[in-house]
């Protein structure tokens, strides 16, 4: 049974820093994944990251600012997001379990991901 456990959302003001943490079990396989989803909105991916080759993707409006990467010995996820802005304002959820696509990369596709955290809060006022 793979269980991801999310942390580390909150409030913060434009310009701050988050860290979200992402703690699995039962889960070894490669590809992991943030999505987001604002009020409205459609679920997008943010960030993914094929462990085996440390390759990353993401998506065009956080690059720059946001940084996925993984500790296996600690079986967690983490998303650190600096220069936050208001349209970063949403639920986020760590996916793991998606397929890899040619060139080596996670699929970005919220569909392929089997397993799914419950999502923390991020919201950022200007």
């Known amino acids: 049974q793979v269980q991801l456990v999310e942390s580390g959302g909150g409030s913060v003001q434009a310009g701050g820093s988050l860290r979200l943490s992402c703690a699995s079990s039962g889960y070894s396989r490669s590809c992991m994944a943030w999505f987001r989803q604002a009020p409205g909105k459609e679920r997008e991916v943010v960030a993914t990251i094929y462990a085996s080759r440390g390759n990353t993707y993401y998506t065009d409006s956080v690059k720059g600012r946001f940084t996925i990467s993984r500790d296996n010995a600690e079986n967690t996820l983490y998303l650190q997001m600096n220069t936050l802005k208001p349209e970063d304002t949403a639920m986020y959820y760590c996916?793991?379990?998606?397929?890899?696509?040619?060139?080596?990369?996670?699929?970005?596709?919220?569909?392929?991901?089997?397993?799914w955290g419950q999502g923390t809060q991020v919201t950022v006022s200007s």
């Open positions: 996916a793991a379990g998606g397929g890899v696509i040619s060139g080596g990369y996670c699929s970005t596709r919220g569909g392929e991901y089997d397993y």
